[in-house]
């Protein structure tokens, strides 16, 4: 049901589009557009930067990350790596902004250093917007490939005097090398889809992509065949993209979650190594730490409890609430409904065998939204409405299913394993006890699902409360959310309200984060002490 | 690669600030097989990990042969492993597996070839070196673990429950492997287990390990006739007791 629920979503968004475009003359000539081939090319050429980037650094910093001795220094690491996830981009920028940007304190200490840095609007921005997005990303998925090795492994090649170098060849290349391929394919597709980060850091039509073309040609220009042309060579894009990946092996999912391991490591020794990844972790950590402490720099300086005063402000944190909590809620169901059919098909395939086409379908169902980005059903849905309807009358339920859409993958990684675990561990006995219905509901399924349920929730409220891209499109005097407000004071250049408000996003989001990984932990707990039993 | 003999002078150590302390005083006598042996959480394994450098004491000494090795890292140790599991890297075959052993830079020469054919062969798996280790049973697995222990030719050998999840029989065959391999090489074997029956086949000593110290130590015929500890006879049970 959810499935149907969710295809249709994007049916029609898509069908609205091919009708558009099949009854448009204009689509040829958009075709013939230089402009829209160049987007596409640097769409394409700042993911592949984007990804190359983000991965390759993120090898050495896992590498080190893992050879760090377990404790509460480790974990604060692997804490501040999950928070980049579910920071709003438009933050983020802001943060990138205070630091590389004209008047940035690294732009600055670097001038004074003699160097003359690139400007930021442009793909510089982009690429270091997009690191501190992706490099932590990629780092948590390589470190828990690298976590899951047996402990042998470890003690093995200290025994055996392992050389650095035969090490990443031999044992953690071979052991990482599944995850980093899905976590380049992951980070490629969010990298081409990305909008905040290229709409506010992209330098004209020099440095646009796809997403950005589509909205400005929706927006500005009101150029409905030039949207819907866009919007199909965005669909191909990803389409491709995926349909590659898969070919190559790499997972688009993998990189969905905020669990963290456990696990006691043997800690190694104090070596020139150890110094060596000791000062890389902290590289790492300055890079994706520094834009929060910009943020929070920046918005202690603007006036916080004038804007906190102000009417529109309160409504919009209200608006961006009441959405968010509705998008989290819908996420959350849809993800709960699609795992429990996932699970239920796994436990009738008893323990062996291939999973069946149905069961791999619901798993990966919620992986179609990277396929079809938010934005595009967005545009689908904006242009199949604006017929028929008000387009901005019709925002919030929108923003709710489009946001609850997006989320629902970050959802359902937490929900599923969770839920795929309760089952092996409890299936057997509950059918044995004859616990059915509520009641094992109450005894069984609550107690051990409520903390995966629970981060879920949070995540994707994080999530939802921070996407610009469709209320990009549906924003109004009527309808604003924290985001679009922010994007709304940049635009009129208050520079200080906006620092301001991305303040307050940033501890709203952030403060959901923290708690979604507190119960993502618990709920790793609750699995893993199952399963030494 | 004759036995040494393996000292561990008042060794302290801790997981963690709570938890419990355990301090271990025992010594293995050189070219002899000792059985460790005590109930789950004693600290065995602990005590293992210390000697092969896993882990790193608070205070205290080891000595193997005239040498500290304390502060030692594990690869520069006079010492081999064979763990209950995951001995092998299981991407790589049986021959990389156990070449490891011999140039863990994994630079292999001619002369290198033919030791590793010839590894093999004493724990009767000659021709297995192109197999990966995922195609072996565990009996097998744990056979390339001892070929390579043996052509890492260090004096003293560490077993980790390492025939634990094998069958009666296998299990048997095995020891017996290790105390041929054992005679004819006269290094010094430390080996943990739960079964008394795996001491009483092949050790000649045993320590009998109690709550994170050394309870009793000494040959393996006296400690288990039961007339020598009330804790090893606690831990044996009516079942085990000579009557």
């Not at chain 1, 290349?173 to 980093?180: F, G, L, N, S, V």
């Not at chain 1, 929108?398 to 937490?414: D, G, Q, W």
């Not at chain 2, 697995?141 to 890492?152: F, K, P």
């Not at chain 2, 393996?220 to 804790?231: K, P, Q, S, W």
Request: aromatic share 6%.
């Amino acid at each position: 049901m959810a499935g149907t629920l969710l295809a249709a979503l994007c049916t029609v968004a898509v069908g609205a589009l091919l009708v558009q475009a099949g009854g448009a003359d204009g689509a040829g000539a958009v075709l013939a557009d230089p402009v829209v081939w160049r987007t596409l090319r640097f769409t394409l050429w700042q993911a592949f930067w984007s990804t190359v980037l983000s991965v390759g650094l993120a090898l050495p910093v896992a590498i080190a990350i893992t050879r760090m001795a377990d404790g509460p220094l480790r974990r604060a690491v692997l804490a501040l790596f999950a928070l980049p996830l579910a920071l709003p981009q438009i933050v983020a920028v802001l943060g990138v902004v205070a630091l590389y940007g004209q008047r940035g304190v690294v732009t600055g200490l670097a001038e004074q250093a003699g160097f003359d840095p690139p400007s930021i609007y442009g793909l510089t921005g982009i690429l270091i917007a997009h690191v501190f997005f992706n490099l932590p990303l990629a780092t948590r998925i390589l470190h828990g490939a690298l976590a899951v090795m047996p402990a042998e492994y470890e003690r093995l090649s200290a025994q055996l005097g392992i050389g650095a170098l035969a090490r990443f060849r031999m044992i953690d290349w071979p052991a990482m090398r599944p995850a980093a391929a899905g976590a380049a394919a992951l980070i490629f597709m969010l990298c081409v889809t990305s909008f905040a980060v290229v709409l506010i850091l992209g330098g004209g039509p020099r440095a646009t992509t796809l997403e950005v073309a589509l909205y400005q040609a929706l927006t500005f220009d009101f150029d409905i065949v030039r949207a819907v042309v866009l919007t199909l060579l965005q669909l191909a894009v990803t389409l491709a993209a995926v349909t590659l990946f898969a070919l190559a092996g790499g997972s688009v999912e993998a990189g969905m979650t905020i669990a963290v391991d456990p696990s006691r490591r043997f800690a190694g020794n104090r070596t020139a190594g150890a110094v060596l990844g000791g000062a890389l972790v902290l590289i790492a950590v300055l890079f994706v730490g520094a834009p929060f402490g910009a943020i929070l720099a920046s918005g202690m300086a603007s006036d916080l409890a004038n804007l906190m005063a102000q009417h529109r402000v309160q409504r919009a944190v209200l608006t961006s609430l009441g959405l968010g909590l509705c998008a989290a809620f819908l996420a959350v169901g849809l993800a709960y409904v699609l795992s429990r059919g996932a699970v239920a098909l796994a436990a009738g395939r008893r323990f062996a065998g291939r999973p069946a086409i149905a069961e791999t379908v619901l798993a990966s169902a919620p992986s179609l939204i990277l396929v079809v980005p938010p934005i595009v059903i967005a545009a689908g849905w904006f242009i199949a409405l604006r017929t028929v309807t008000n387009v901005y009358a019709a925002a919030p339920y929108l923003v709710i299913t489009i946001n609850a859409a997006m989320a629902m993958p970050f959802a359902a990684r937490l929900i599923h394993p969770a839920m795929l675990a309760a089952e092996a561990r409890n299936g057997r006995l509950c059918a044995h006890l004859g616990l059915f219905g509520m009641a094992r509901w109450r005894l069984v399924t609550w107690p051990v699902l409520r903390a995966p349920l629970v981060a879920a929730l949070a995540f994707a409220l994080a999530l939802s409360l921070g996407d610009l891209g469709v209320i990009a499109l549906f924003g109004s005097e009527q309808v604003q959310t924290m985001p679009y407000l922010i994007m709304q004071r940049m635009g009129a250049y208050r520079t200080q309200d906006a620092a301001g408000l991305a303040l307050i996003l940033m501890i709203m989001t952030m403060a959901l984060m923290l708690a979604a990984e507190h119960f993502a932990r618990r709920s790793q707990m609750i699995e893993t002490e199952g399963n030494s039993q | 690669m004759k036995g040494l003999p393996v000292t561990c002078d008042d060794l302290l150590f801790r997981y963690g600030p709570d938890a419990a302390p355990m301090r271990f005083d025992c010594t293995f006598a050189p070219r002899t097989i000792t059985a460790v042996m005590g109930p789950s959480g004693s600290g065995k394994s602990t005590l293992l990990a210390l000697i092969a450098g896993f882990e790193r004491a608070a205070s205290g000494r080891i000595m193997i042969g005239e040498d500290e090795v304390t502060q030692l890292a594990p690869a520069r140790r006079p010492v081999s492993c064979v763990f209950q599991d995951n001995n092998l890297f299981a991407h790589l075959d049986v021959a990389t597996n156990v070449a490891l052993g011999m140039s863990p830079g994994m630079k292999r020469s001619v002369s290198d070839e033919k030791r590793l054919t010839e590894a093999l062969a004493p724990v009767g798996l000659s021709g297995y070196g192109a197999r990966m280790p995922g195609s072996l049973s565990g009996g097998e697995r744990q056979r390339v673990a001892i070929a390579r222990a043996l052509v890492r030719e260090r004096p003293v050998l560490l077993l980790d429950e390492a025939f634990g999840s094998l069958g009666p029989a296998l299990r048997e065959t095995m020891l017996d492997l290790v105390a041929d391999l054992q005679r004819r090489t006269a290094m010094t074997v430390i080996m943990v287990s739960h079964d008394p029956a795996d001491a009483r086949r092949i050790a000649t000593d045993l320590v009998f390990l109690k709550d994170g110290t050394v309870g009793a130590q000494g040959p393996v015929g006296e400690l288990l006739n039961g007339r020598a500890n009330a804790d090893v006879n606690a831990y044996l049970g009516s079942q085990e007791l000579p009557s």
